[in-house]
């Protein structure tokens, strides 16, 4: 595991900034809440856990001002705070779940709360850490040797808390010499996948073959590929998996090729609340990141654009959803729930 983007340091939280990778890797130092709140919605720190984690850093600079300022009340003055942290980004619960576990750890604190939420927020940093490499363990369980993956958008160190989802399963079945080749493609448009996921690997000294998303199918009709291996935003109650657009049409066409698909997110990442995808919020972002590419207008001019950056791949094109809690099986309702029990 060679990359940590999140670190309390100095009496504030430093994120890499992944909007400049990987070109250049450049830490940002803060100490506010409001400014945090701006880091996850401006994508200085992106992917689900990734964000969980920050959002629960951000809850204790939140605190630690509130309770200078106030202490007899900060509990209360926090909480336009913690409503304005919770909105920074809509389809990722583990934005919303880690707002609650701090939540529930500051009822009950006596006095000045710094010490104990920040004792929160780094176990929650390290327990993402842990599931990731009990994840890549279980997934890399499922692959066969000489089988090549490839993966969507950024699901690694970058996007978790490290060692990463999709990419801790790729790292361990690397690891035990399971794996011919790894494909990422690019993710348009903030390319996660050319810019995050290759530089990653390859830091790690793993191969990795970029290809256009437009390349997946025909990748898959060449037999080149056995298995795809994504992360996921918000898991449904159902076992339909919010990820970054375009994880949708790789499960149909996994399908139709009898590629395997399989989907890898702590239990932190699966929303109970909800009964299916449908009800799953798509967050959907300015055209500008499909018209313009950087700073420099690339579509036709007049033209506009449609920017969800998220799908949902129905349960049933779905062959394994694995958790830290263990792997569930062409997953449905009553195998996520038995599943979640352990939690
Ligand atoms: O828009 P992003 O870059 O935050 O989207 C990230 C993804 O969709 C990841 O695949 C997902 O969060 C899983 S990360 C372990």
């Known amino acids: 595991m060679s990359v940590i983007p999140i670190r309390w340091h100095d009496g504030g939280l430093k994120l ?13 130092h803060y100490d506010s809440v409001a400014a945090v709140a701006d880091a996850i919605r401006d994508m200085v720190v992106r992917g689900a856990p990734a964000i969980g984690i920050t959002a629960a850093f951000g809850v204790v600079l939140a605190a630690r001002a509130h309770y200078a300022e106030n202490p007899d009340n900060w509990r209360e003055s926090i909480k336009d705070d913690l409503t304005m942290l919770a909105g920074a980004r809509p389809t990722a619960i583990n934005l919303l779940w880690a707002i609650e576990r701090m939540r529930n750890c500051f009822a009950d604190i006596e006095g000045d709360p710094l010490e104990s939420l920040l004792a929160e927020a780094k176990a929650i940093h390290a327990e993402d850490i842990a599931a990731n490499q009990r994840m890549g363990e279980l997934g890399a369980g ?7 993956i490839l993966t969507h958008c950024n699901a690694g160190a970058l ?12 790292r361990s079945a690397v690891m035990a010499g399971k794996v011919e080749q790894v494909f990422a493609d690019e993710t348009r448009p903030w390319l996660q996948g050319a810019r995050l996921t290759a530089w990653e690997l390859l830091q790690d000294g793993i191969p990795v073959s970029l290809i256009a998303e437009g390349a997946a199918s025909w990748l898959m009709h060449q037999g080149k590929v ?10 449904a109650a159902n076992g339909d998996v919010a990820n970054k657009i375009g994880t949708y049409q790789l ?34 972002r300015t055209a500008d990141e499909l018209l313009k590419c950087g700073d420099k207008t690339v579509a036709a001019a007049g033209a506009s654009a449609w920017n969800p950056v998220f799908d949902v791949t129905p349960a049933a094109l779905v062959d394994a959803i694995v958790t830290e809690q263990g792997v569930v099986e062409k997953p449905d309702r009553e195998k996520m729930l038995a599943m979640m029990q352990n939690v």
Not at 226 to 235: A, E, N, T, Y
């Open 16 to 28: 890499i900034d992944q909007r400049l990778l990987p070109g250049e890797s450049t830490e940002i």
């Open 142 to 148: 499922l692959i066969e040797s000489g089988s090549s």
């Open 159 to 170: 996007a978790t808390g490290g060692y990463g989802t999709a990419l801790g399963v790729i």
């Open 226 to 235: 056995q298995w795809i291996v994504v992360g996921s935003d918000r898991i």
């Open 251 to 284: 499960a149909v066409s996994a399908r139709h090729h009898g590629v395997k698909f399989m989907v890898v997110a702590p239990t932190s990442t699966v929303d109970m609340q909800v009964a299916s995808g449908a009800e799953i919020p798509i967050e959907t």
